[in-house]
């Protein structure tokens, strides 16, 4: 038997305050039994990575994971998540582990680069993502999350009350955004379709990416990937490949659309003035997309789920939204309790459940040690689930944005895009994307959940139900 894992509890610690307001209580995986074997831990990792978890994990300040061949410590305490994320990041890189499954599709991309590399790449990136620029993108995110409400318009006018797999339809929906607002292009152009089928079965042929991440495997295992799986990764880099190069073209010849990849392409690192050469923005251009639709795609899922459980705050949003010119940069970010709403199915649901940093030397954490190697789990999962620090903590309630303890969480509690100089690159981004396209949609539909179909969460890539994410929609 291996402790699967051994928790610690903060000595000074009390309950949080009970409940108040709302008692929608969404759906939650089950917890596993406290001690289990290696071996059925893994079995359970394997089939999904939130309920292979104990429930003692969502009181517990730090736990440790000990088995033969690793040891991992999965951190909760608010002051030691800061340090790790944002006091002292280069004490705790990104564990080169997180890679295994996602090289052969994202290369040297900089969601898996440490150290100098990381910090060209970042410096070359982050100037597209401020803020003037996503008020120069924002047409294209308005037009994807039009098309999003056309389309699903269209679905139900041709079959009235027939249930709706949302989730499919804010994949597509998010990944119209990222084609639009990279590369000027919407969904519909070939090259996008091929890229965002192919990245779907990229996915469901490694369900889990993480694994080896969480469960370490011993270094001398050699790792395979499916020779499908390489393929698919191969003509996914071919296709962006060619957009990228018919792009370097366009630049090159006074023709390019002032887009992201442009602006990417044309960022001069400010220290060595070199640009991204084309191996390196392929690279980069995989990581937006996967890193740009697939997380915002099940939280927008998710909060149309909640809200479907909670008609009146669909009501407080589509009243929102009809007193703003949503077509307007400014007025999105009016959209105030459409953002509460989004917040709270990031915290319910983290489209990135868990994140994992590698000790880089030995640490002491909690009166103990931490051996260099050490893998340091980060759970927004369970973060934003603690019994001791949020009131309420499995509940939907939007208004807790509002509160003490909301607010307090909020700074201390609350990483659905992690922190520190690691942070989402995409976060500013994502809470202009997912507020809109949830007010949009709302602005034109009553939801409802469908009877027997409650959601299962699990956690892929990110956090997804098992059987997909079932609503009616209802015209208003
Ligand atoms: C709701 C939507 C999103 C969520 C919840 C989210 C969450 C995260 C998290 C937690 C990380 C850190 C992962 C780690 O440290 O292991 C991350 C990194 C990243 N995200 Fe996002 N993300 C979202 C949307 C986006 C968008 C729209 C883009 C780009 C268009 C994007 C691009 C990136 C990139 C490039 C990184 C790597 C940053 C680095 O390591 O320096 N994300 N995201």
């Known amino acids: 038997m291996v402790d699967l894992p051994q928790s610690d509890d903060h000595p000074n610690s009390a309950p949080a305050a009970p409940v108040a307001g709302s008692a929608i209580i969404p759906p939650k995986p089950a917890a596993r039994a406290a001690r289990v074997s290696l071996w059925r831990y893994l079995r359970l990792f394997r089939a999904d990575l939130l309920s292979a978890q104990p429930a003692k994990l969502y009181r517990a300040w730090m736990a440790e994971f000990r088995t033969p061949f690793f ?14 994320l944002k006091d002292r990041p280069e004490v705790f890189p990104k564990s080169n582990r997180i890679g295994e499954g996602l090289r052969p599709l994202l290369g040297n991309s900089v969601f898996l680069t440490n150290g100098e590399v990381w910090k060209r790449q970042r410096r070359i990136i982050d100037p597209a993502f401020e803020g003037g620029r996503l008020r120069q993108i924002y047409p294209a995110i308005h037009a994807a999350a039009e098309a999003a409400v056309t389309r699903l318009s269209d679905q139900v006018h041709e079959i009235p009350d027939a249930p ?3 989730e499919a339809e804010t994949s597509h929906a998010a990944a119209d955004v990222i084609f639009r607002t990279l590369f000027s292009i919407p969904i519909e152009h070939h090259m996008a379709q091929e890229v965002f089928h192919r990245f ?3 996915q469901q042929a490694q369900p889990i990416l993480n ?19 390489r393929r698919n990764a191969a003509r996914i880099r071919g ?36 640009l991204f050469t084309t191996d390196e923005m392929v690279d980069q251009v995989a990581i937006f997309f996967l890193a740009g639709h ?34 307007q940069f400014a007025e999105a970010g009016r959209l105030r309790i459409s953002r509460d709403v989004f917040r709270e199915a990031l915290r319910l649901y983290p489209p990135v459940p868990m994140m994992v940093r590698e000790a880089s030397c030995p640490q002491q954490f909690r009166g103990r040690t931490l051996p260099q190697g050490a893998q ?26 509002q509160t003490e303890n909301g607010k307090t969480c909020q700074r201390e509690a609350y990483i659905p895009f992690s922190a520190g100089p690691r942070v989402c690159t995409g976060a500013g981004f994502a809470m202009i994307e997912g507020p809109l396209i949830l007010s949009m949609i709302l602005q034109r539909f009553r939801v409802e959940p469908v009877a027997g179909q409650e959601p299962i969460p699990v956690a892929h890539l990110t956090v997804r139900s098992q059987n997909g994410i079932w609503l009616r929609l209802i015209p208003r």
């Open 71 to 84: 040891r991992s410590f999965l951190v909760n305490q608010p002051d030691l998540v800061r340090t790790v």
């Open 164 to 166: 709706i797999e949302i």
């Open 200 to 202: 779907r079965a990229y």
């Open 211 to 229: 694994l080896a991440a969480f469960v370490p495997l011993p270094r001398w295992v050699p790792r395979f990937h499916r020779p499908a799986t």
């Open 239 to 274: 296709l962006i490949r060619d957009l990228t190069q018919q792009r370097m073209e366009a630049i090159a010849s006074g023709h390019a659309p002032d887009d992201l990849a442009t602006k990417i392409m044309t960022t001069q690192d400010p220290e060595t003035g070199e």
């Open 294 to 327: 697939e997380t915002s795609a099940s939280a927008l899922a998710w909060a149309l789920y909640l809200v479907a459980l909670a008609p009146e705050w669909q009501e407080k949003i589509a009243k929102e939204a009809a007193g703003l010119s949503l077509d």
């Open 376 to 401: 340091v789990v980060l759970s927004p999962w369970h973060l934003h689930r603690h019994e001791r620090l949020w009131e309420n903590p499995d509940g939907f309630d939007p208004g807790r944005w």
